[in-house]
Nanobody, 114 residues
Framework: QVQLVESGGGSVQPGGSLSVSCAAS??????MAWYRQAPGKERELVAA???????NYADSVKGRFTISRDNAKNTVYLQMNSLKPEDTAVYYC??????????WGQGTQVTVSS
């Protein structure tokens, strides 16, 4: 049974930093990613990473966010620096198997506000 458990997030002032993590179990995941959804907006890709470490970022977070993963722990991390109010959203972890089955975490709130 596949399970994704997210942790981290919270509230921070603009310019601050936060991190989120997602521990996956039940399968091998070729791609792990973070998405976010702000109120009234569609869910969007923030960053993704393959099992070999290739990364991809949304233009809006390049240079500020860093995605990483620990394959031994089946865990993906997102370090968020220089946060802006527009980064406020629920952040979701997504894990994709080699057979292209997708699994989602429960979401964790990130709020950037002064």
């Amino acid at each position: 049974q596949v399970q994704l458990v997210e942790s981290g997030g919270g509230s921070v002032q603009p310019g601050g930093s936060l991190s989120v993590s997602c521990a996956a179990s039940g399968s091998f995941f070729s791609i792990m990613a973070w998405y976010r959804q702000a109120p009234g907006k569609e869910r969007e890709l923030v960053a993704a990473i393959t099992s070999s470490g290739t990364t991809n970022y949304a233009d809006s977070v390049k240079g500020r966010f860093t995605i990483s993963r620990d394959n031994a722990k089946n865990t993906v991390y997102l370090q968020m620096n220089s946060l802006k109010p527009e980064d406020t959203a629920v952040y979701y972890c997504k894990a994709q198997t080699t057979f292209h089955a997708n699994y989602w975490g429960q979401g964790t709130q990130v709020t950037v506000s002064s």
